[in-house]
């Protein structure tokens, strides 16, 4: 697997697992949310976080496969602080709650790990009438992290230490529509393709970890917002398309990575002292790296702030 994967600035590579870019690191008395958790890299996140030391709350749709993955990572690790509380990122209800719920938990939060997607789904409109993958993967994200920030600056400010928001994103936000996000035709279904949908789902991501930076860095709040892309990896992401399903199954164990190697990269911006202070950055193979031109778009960034605002009002 990645027999030529070359070493980064950060001592890492895209061979690097989730267990080794976090080695050495004690996150003991930290609380993390991943989203997703109950599957793929969502699940290898939340067992390397425990095995750090780091109480994990796994925000997810199915409780019944998060308890299997639970039960999983206390068996492994006896000590493991996981939890499981239920979140459908489509629905800003379901949202809604979920942040109620842990605000009043009584629980702190210094990382928030928004990891959980859909990819390349047919057209279908979410609970709140918005395009499902834009819904799911940006604006359940943009929502959740409004809501818990309050709870993010107050840890920070009495914890002296310095909270974390990562957003998944892809590598696939290139090839987004031309536009990049497009604001007025978000909806419309006669101009609808899935791919190139995925990829606006994921530039908002980066353009959201960006411009939340920049106003966390006006506000002097000691919280950083960074995005990254994890690699091609064997998830079940593929579902929605027989074909491209087939291809990976048959190919993936020679051109992807596997997911402890996919979830290297967010536990790495997660966990790691090297990006202490590092904000409004995109990562890949646990190193610095690029987002496209529009990914770097500091008016889009904005543009897509208000209409988010305006979305979930």
């Not at 080695?23 to 991943?34: F, K, N, P, S, Y």
């Not at 047919?122 to 929502?143: C, M, R, V, W, Y």
Request: glycine share 8%.
């Amino acid at each position: 697997m990645w027999p030529f994967s070359r070493q980064g600035p950060s001592g890492f590579s895209s061979s690097s697992t989730a267990e080794e870019v976090t080695r050495g690191i004690d996150g003991t008395g930290l609380t993390a949310i991943v989203t997703g958790a109950s599957s793929g890299i969502g699940t290898e996140t939340t067992r390397v976080l425990a095995l750090r030391g780091v109480h994990v709350i796994m925000a997810v749709r199915n409780l019944l496969a998060a308890k299997e993955v639970k039960e999983a990572i206390v068996k492994e690790l006896p000590t493991a602080k996981v939890d499981a509380m239920e979140l459908d990122l489509s629905s800003m209800v379901s949202v809604r709650k979920f942040a109620s719920e842990f605000n009043s938990s009584g629980l702190p939060l210094n990382i928030l790990i928004n990891n959980a997607g859909i990819m390349a789904t047919p057209f279908t409109l979410s609970k709140d009438n918005i395009e499902l993958q834009f819904a799911t993967n940006h604006i359940g994200h943009f929502l959740l992290t409004n809501l818990l920030l309050d709870k993010m600056k107050k840890t920070a400010r009495e914890s002296k230490k310095e909270g974390r928001i990562v957003n998944v994103s892809s590598g696939a936000h290139r090839i987004t529509y031309r536009e990049g996000i497009r604001f007025d035709k978000i909806n419309d279904e006669s101009s609808y393709s899935s791919w190139p949908a995925y990829g606006q789902s994921k530039l908002a991501n980066i353009l959201h970890a960006n411009e939340l930076a920049r106003r966390l860095k006006e506000d002097g709040v000691d919280i950083t917002a960074n995005s990254l892309h994890p690699g091609a990896i064997l998830t079940n992401l593929f579902r929605y398309n027989n074909i491209i399903n087939g291809i990976v199954n048959t190919l993936g164990k020679y051109v992807l990575k596997n997911v402890p190697q996919g979830a290297a990269t967010t536990c790495y911006v997660a966990l790691h002292p090297q990006v202490k202070e590092v904000s409004g950055e995109f990562f890949s193979d646990s190193n610095l790296s690029k987002a496209s031109s529009q990914g770097k778009d500091v008016e889009l960034a904005k543009k897509l702030w208000d209409f988010s605002m305006n979305l979930t009002r």
